[in-house]
């Protein structure tokens, strides 16, 4: 092809044939050109790329900068000028680090503690002219040595070494009062670490302590001394701090008269121990004195007061103000003092007793002349007659008290013929009712045995009154109630022992039910008998705690009644859900039986009897509504007494007076509460809440302590 064209291009003609040489002669020449072109082109990228990776910069690409632009840009110019401004940061830092370094080895050199640094193989890199002054003579060196051989003596060797520490641990350590050639140091050995973690340098300052440590010695013996002088001191001594006024330091004596350990004294505030009196006013706190002198007490630990004669000054020590206090024992003065006191004021004393005594006795007191005039009252007597001593005082009774019959009843209490006889009498009490009041009379005698006077107390008997009722009311009740039972038991008896083997089987077991009946009648008021007893007594309820269906006891507690001859009527109520309850089973049971009796009995013939229970998930509340005779306010106010009935007639209904007392105590030592709602003439309802089990208790037999949760 090439032979074609130049046949083509040289036609003969010598123009034409000129011009095609020169044509060919300048395509060679650009050819040549655009192939030098294209290698510098390669070479500057290749350069570029190489300066680039230099600076850390990724390499160009051709798609990012063609070669027109690279040759326009000028990379390896600007590449340049960026190593001119890299070389000149590289300058600056390095004139900063030559300054550091000189200021770091100013400070190495001028440091107060010897500083000496060791490569990881151990051998001393550098150190500075303090350790050279503490360790090395003149001429030594240290540096290429390993430190034990200069530093460490033969007996510090065998020490731990805080270098090998330092390796082993890779942490700071420190080493106190280490010892060499009579000297005391603390060595603080901290590591030199590369980026990857490894220790290459280990830096150990050490610091000489000798001086410290003759200081402090020296101290101690001073403070040895000290505490000598000031425990062989007779007089006590205390140190108290002004500003927490609490007790710093004590000598032996302060401590033996205090009668307390000394660990028990420091820390304690001064009146605890001295001077209790004075804590409303100290001389030198509150009234800014510097100096005190007084008597005062020293309050010692078995509660002992010992009176001290004290002198207080204030002083300061290492700037903070203490109060330095040093005080006598003065008992035996104070006893010779005393003595003349109690011989001077023995009679004042002696009234002032009598007026104590008089005053405490909480039952009002009167003391009286043989002439029945006041001598003496206490408060309760004043608040009780409404007279005052202080206007009554001297005067005959019969001139002060305007109620001629109690005047009448006080005098014949204190008749000298009636001495020890009890006179009862009525006062009218605030409610409007009556109290009972007891006058007892004793003689008051001098020395010689004449009586001087009468003394006369009233007591207000009038709940001992009132329980002497009810108990002579439940004697013959339970009487009433024991022997009705018995008659029938004994009876029917006597029916089966007599006509043995004559009578049909059915009246055999009629008459053998009817006596289990009453049987089961007599446990049960003899079982309320010693239920009340053991209450009476303050031992506490024995708890059987069980689970249980509380739905189930009440339909079997409720089954007897339903079947019994009568016309009540009975409507129950249960939640939706059966009530599972942890409780003592058989005193539930007594407590439903207790007041669905009740119910029964009250109720009139044909009367509906409802009950109800309503479960929260914490407590149960059962209620029993019934339409009976009702109760009145001060019925309700007393269901709870024990004996209490509202008739306690023989033609009464029966019963004890004490299934409600025992039914209150069984419902509390559950940790629940009972309460009645009636009106006479409206029915009545009792009802009773519990909880639905006992807090931190197990199943299983407890006493009574209060052991249930109350919400």
């Known amino acids: 092809m090439a032979d074609k064209d130049l046949a083509l291009r040289y036609s003969g003609d010598p123009e034409t044939d000129l011009l095609h040489a020169e044509i060919d002669r300048l395509r060679a020449e650009n050819r040549s050109l655009r192939d030098w072109q294209q290698k510098s082109i390669h070479y500057i990228r290749d350069k570029v790329d190489q300066l680039l990776g230099v600076v850390g910069t990724s390499p160009l690409r051709p798609e990012e900068l063609d070669d027109d632009m690279l040759i326009g840009l000028d990379p390896i110019g600007i590449v340049s000028d960026t190593f001119v401004q890299i070389l000149e940061n590289l300058r600056l830092t390095n004139e900063e680090l030559s300054m550091a370094k000189n200021e770091l080895a100013a400070i190495f050199h001028a440091a ?27 001429g030594d060196q240290l540096t290429g040595l390993f430190c034990y051989e200069k530093i460490c003596t033969s007996e510090s060797r065998h020490e731990a070494c805080v270098f090998n520490m330092v390796m082993q641990q890779g942490r700071t350590v420190t080493r106190r009062d280490w010892q ?28 000489d302590i000798t001086d410290r440590k003759r200081n402090e010695q020296a101290l101690a013996e001073a403070n040895v001394r000290l505490d000598t002088i000031f425990d ?32 028990r004294i420091l820390g304690s505030e001064c009146f605890e121990f001295l001077c209790p009196g004075w804590h ?40 903070r103000r203490y109060l330095l206090e040093s005080f006598i024992d003065i008992t035996d003065r104070k006893k010779a003092e005393e003595s003349v006191r109690v011989a001077l004021a023995a009679a004042e004393d002696a009234r002032a007793k009598m007026d104590g005594i ?15 005039r006041i001598i003496m009252m206490n408060r309760a007597a004043e608040d009780l007659l409404g007279i005052c001593l202080f206007e009554s005082l001297g005067l005959p ?69 009132e329980i002497d009722r009810m108990k002579s009311d439940f004697v013959s009740t339970a009487a009433h109630e024991l022997q009705t039972p018995l008659s029938a038991i004994i009876g029917f008896s006597e029916l089966l022992l007599s006509q043995k083997g004559l009578l049909s089987p059915d009246v055999e077991h009629e008459s053998l039910t009817y006596i289990f009946d009453k049987a089961d009648l007599l446990s049960k008021i003899v079982d309320d008998l010693l239920d009340i007893s053991r209450i009476e007594s303050g031992r506490p309820l024995e708890i059987f705690v069980d689970p249980f269906n509380l739905n189930t006891l009440v339909e079997q507690v409720v089954k007897p009644y339903r079947t019994r001859q009568g ?106 509460r009972i309460w009645v709602n009636s009106e006479p003439g409206q029915g009545t309802k009792v009802s009773f809440e519990i909880p639905v089990r006992p807090r931190n208790v197990a199943a299983g037999p407890f006493l009574y302590a209060g052991l249930f949760a109350d919400d």
Request: net charge negative; hydrophobic share 40%; glycine share 10%.
């Open 567 to 672: 016309p009540h009527m009975f409507e129950v109520f249960f939640p939706e859900e059966p009530v599972e309850i942890i409780a003592d089973k058989r005193k539930i049971e007594q407590i439903l039986d207790n007041i669905l009796s009740n119910a029964f009995k009250y109720s009139p013939l044909g009367g509906m009897i409802r009950l109800a229970i309503c479960c929260n998930g914490v407590s149960c509340e059962v209620s029993v509504e019934d339409q009976g005779i009702g109760m009145t306010a001060e019925q309700k106010r007393r269901v709870f007494d024990k004996f209490y009935r509202g008739d306690s007639s023989n033609t009464s209904i029966g019963g004890t007076g004490l299934g409600m007392s025992i039914t209150k105590h069984f419902v509390e030592a559950h940790g629940g």
């Open 280 to 319: 409303e006013g100290c001389p030198i706190l509150d009234k800014g004195m510097t100096s005190a002198s007084g008597e005062c007490e020293v309050l010692r630990l078995d509660g002992l007061k010992i009176p001290i004669l004290k002198t207080v000054v204030s002083v300061f020590l290492d700037g």
């Open 397 to 465: 009774l019969e001139d002060v008290l305007e109620d001629q019959r109690l005047l009448r009843d006080l005098q014949s209490s204190m008749a000298l013929e009636n001495h020890g006889s009890r006179v009862d009498f009525l006062l009218p009490s605030p409610d409007g009712g009556k109290w009972i009041f007891q006058g007892r009379t004793s003689a008051l005698c001098d020395l010689d045995g004449r009586v001087t006077g009468m003394i006369t107390i009233m007591q207000n008997v009038t709940r001992d009154r």
């Open 112 to 138: 107060g503690n010897g500083i000496m640094v060791l490569n990881a193989a151990g051998e001393v890199v550098s150190y500075n002219s303090k350790l050279k002054e503490l360790f090395l003579r003149d």
């Open 358 to 372: 008089l005053q405490s006795v909480a039952d009002p007191l009167i003391v009286t002349d043989p002439v029945h």
């Open 232 to 263: 062989s001191v007779l007089s006590g001594i205390l140190l108290i701090d002004a500003e927490t006024q609490r007790i710093v330091d004590a000598n032996r004596k302060a401590v033996e008269m205090i009668d307390a350990p000394l660990e």
């Open 180 to 207: 060499s050639r009579g000297h005391h140091y603390d060595v603080i050995g901290a590591p030199i670490k590369n980026r990857n973690g490894e220790i290459i340098q280990v830096v150990q300052v050490y610091n």
